[in-house]
């Protein structure tokens, strides 16, 4: 069953703005993750937050964690038109259970 | 590259067509999985395998079999399948809880 789901489904930036896309799950989690994926492609490994853990920095990239509330942010700094692609949260349940994806957030910027 | 190769990029087969979609790793990862990519949809976990054994089967169709030689190779095949099973079939490996590295998914055209 579905487990994330992202907000908004669709965000078109210029260049140089801050994209921000939120997630909502439902069940406890052990982490949650972010993905991204280019049209048609795999989708690609971005950054990893426990349950544990409040917010994480990599790079260009924000997460922040609400367990209290069941929800996740990602924040893309300074975009470029290289960020274009498709980002999805996933969760884990616990270390056994395997990823469950929402339906993504698709982010256009500009140049 | 993310260490997780799949073959065929593309297909397009008939209804009445026997094919297989392959993965491979050598992460020395110890669980792949198969999801189901449809335009507008969540990804779909298929199955998973753990250690060459399946643990998990999200009431696939008959019509999808896979198969896990061995803890690098994993397949799915494919018999009698419908125009709605046209979608992209991501195949992932992991290495306990934590990230999932996918392949680039085979792009599958049912005619």
């Known amino acids: 069953s579905q487990q994330g789901e992202e907000d908004p489904q669709a965000l078109s930036i210029q260049e140089g703005e801050n994209a921000t896309m939120n997630c909502s799950y439902k069940?406890?989690?052990?982490?949650l993750q972010w993905y991204r994926q280019n049209s048609g492609r795999g989708l690609v490994h971005l950054i990893l937050i426990r349950s544990n853990e409040r917010e994480k920095h990599s790079g260009r990239l924000r997460v922040t964690l609400d367990t209290s509330k069941k929800s996740s942010s990602l924040l893309i700094t300074a975009s470029r038109a290289a960020d274009t692609a498709s980002y999805f949260c996933a969760t884990d349940a616990s270390g056994n259970t395997p990823l469950v994806f929402g339906k993504g957030t698709r982010l256009s910027v500009i140049a | 590259e993310t260490g997780v190769t799949q073959t065929p990029r593309h297909l397009v087969m008939g209804m009445t067509n026997k094919k297989s979609l392959k993965c491979e790793q050598h992460l020395g990862h110890n669980a792949m999985y198969w999801y189901k990519q449809s335009a507008k949809k969540p990804l779909e976990l298929m199955f998973v395998y753990n250690f060459k054994e399946q643990t998990e089967n999200n009431s696939v169709p008959s019509r999808f079999s896979p198969e896990c030689p061995n803890s690098s190779h994993l397949f799915l095949h494919l018999h009698t399948l419908q125009p709605e099973d046209s979608a992209l079939y991501l195949c992932?490996?992991?290495?306990?809880?934590?990230?999932?590295?996918f392949g680039q998914g085979t792009r599958l055209t049912v005619v």
């Open positions: 069940t406890s989690i052990n982490n």
């Open positions: 992932a490996s992991t290495l306990g809880p934590g990230e999932a590295f």
